[in-house]
């Protein structure tokens, strides 16, 4: 089989690199079915980046506000700590709302740079990981919006929700249900940021599973 299009492995931020060093350690946590699907993801991948080609991932939840923004972020994080070329990842979903301030904390807390760039009721975030990467701009929206591929992806389905709501994503090449639980449901409580934390870490280490099984 053609190998995928793999460079340099990069440098993420130091408290990043560290979380990402951390998850390499940590992939027994994931079960065997889980670790199933997400090679799923990792095979569209590699196929998509043979040859120069490019892996577009758009990953899809409800309202586009807390697990499918998590899931792009820790993604594009992956494809470049691992060096892995030709990787673009997005978000969307079946309607758009704004990216949870509770998840925007528990991405920076996990590592990340991200800043509200704009105001209002869906406000643009800038979203780092590496001084060395260009960074995401990051706002809730329908996955069909402009912003997002229109063919030639990979919807990737992180909530049950939308996996069960949303049959058909049009343009898209392959469907991966890669779901995780809401940390909504904590919204209010005492546990709320501790549940955050754990959904972001969970996401990430997932992520980071699949781009390591890409080469």
């Known amino acids: 089989m053609a190998n995928p299009r793999v460079g340099q492995k990069g440098k993420l931020?130091?408290?990043l690199q560290k979380t990402a060093e951390q998850f390499t350690r940590e992939f027994d946590r994931i079960d065997a079915d889980r670790k199933r699907t997400l090679t799923e993801l990792a095979a569209f991948v590699r196929g998509a980046t043979v040859?120069?080609?490019?892996a577009r991932l758009n990953f899809i939840c409800t309202h586009n506000s807390r697990r499918s923004h998590m899931a792009q972020l820790w993604a594009q994080a992956a494809a470049y700590y691992y060096g892995i070329e030709g990787v673009e990842c997005f978000s969307g979903g079946t309607d758009a709302t704004a990216f949870n301030?509770?998840?925007v904390a528990a991405m920076q807390e996990a590592g990340f740079s991200v800043q509200r760039i704009s105001q209002g009721n869906n406000p643009l975030y800038d979203a780092r990981f590496s001084d060395d990467a260009p960074a995401l701009k990051v706002f809730s929206k329908r996955y069909s919006d402009p912003v997002?591929?229109?063919s030639d992806f990979a919807a990737v389905m992180t909530c049950s929700?939308?996996?069960?709501?949303?049959?058909?994503?049009a343009g898209a090449s392959a469907r991966i249900s890669v779901t995780y639980d809401d940390p909504k449901d904590f919204d209010g409580l005492p546990n709320e940021e501790l549940m955050y934390r754990?959904?972001?870490l969970q996401i990430g280490r997932e992520m980071f599973f699949a781009f390591s099984?890409?080469?």
């Open 51 to 54: 040859g120069g080609g490019k």
């Open 101 to 103: 301030p509770r998840a």
């Open 161 to 169: 929700h939308a996996d069960e709501n949303c049959p058909l994503v």
């Open 198 to 200: 754990e959904r972001a």
């Open 148 to 150: 997002n591929p229109s």
């Open 213 to 215: 099984e890409v080469t």
């Open 13 to 15: 931020f130091n408290k």
